[in-house]
Every structure is written in C-alpha cells, then in structure tokens.
C-alpha cells in the first residue's frame, strides 16, 4: 500500500524538525503505541497495539530515522511482528518546506503486512494503513500546533501542554 498527501501546520520548520525527532511526540503520535524507548541515533523499540478488522495484536518492533537532510527531510521506518497475527512494516518519507504561516509537511507512505493480517483482504488492509497514517500525521499536527480547542487522544493532550516548553529550555 501506498499513501501520499501533505499537511500544513501552523509552526516554523525549525519547531516541525524539532517534533519529528522527540521521542514523546513520536509516542503520542503513533496510535496505539504503548511504549517507545530509545533515541534517533540508535532508533527506538515501540510496543503497538492495534485491531485490525477480527484480529487485534500486539506488535514489538524497531522504528529507525534514516535519510536524514536536517531540518528538511528524513525516512521513518518501522516493523513489528505480532506473534501469530503477522508482522506490519512500514515507511514515511517526510519533508518539509516553509509556507505562509508555518509549514507544509509532504510525506509517502509504504505500508506491508504478513501472516493473518495479510489474510483479511487487500481492501480492508489498505483502509487500515490509510487510516492509521493519517491519524499518525493528524496527531503530529495537533501536538506541533498545540491547538488547545482540537480533540485530541489523553496521550497527545499530555505532550501538548509540554513537549515545546522542553524544547526552548534546552
């Protein structure tokens, strides 16, 4: 499966960057993600949960930063294996560019599943994948704008109140 589109957030570039690479922002971000751990350097670990149609699953895996053009672009990548009900591998192609009042986040989505998950069908994995990508990129919005009036999930609202505050205290 593939997905391209674009968002544009009312932030700088700078402050966006900032965001792609904040382990906390990433957690929240990443739905269903119950635990993430490690840096950008060396990538991180993330325990997932999802429910995909039937078969819900929990899935441990890496997630890596690569390609990395500071400040303008870079690749996530991640795989998982959940047991018995597959194993999930994906990528996003991030970049950045500044538009009037803040900044236009492009990015490609490559999405592939294995095993039962695999089995449920083309067109409901694909529904998935989209969806997923875009609540990913619609929470990375809400966080980096820190719009307080947005519904968000409890564990975006938590990084909203303090992720920017940690970043212009460094």
Known sequence: MELSDARDIKADPATVWAAILDPEVLKACIPGCQELTGSVDEGFEATVVQKVGPVKATFHG?????????????????????GAAGFARGSARVRLSPVEG????????EAHVGGKLAQLGSRLIDGFARKLADDFFARFQAVVEGDEGAEAPPEVAEVKKGWFKRLVSR
């Open 102 to 109: 803040g900044t236009r986040l492009s990015y490609d989505v």
């Open 62 to 82: 890496a997630v890596t930063l690569s390609d990395i053009v500071p400040g303008e672009s870079a690749t996530l990548s991640g795989e998982g294996k959940g």
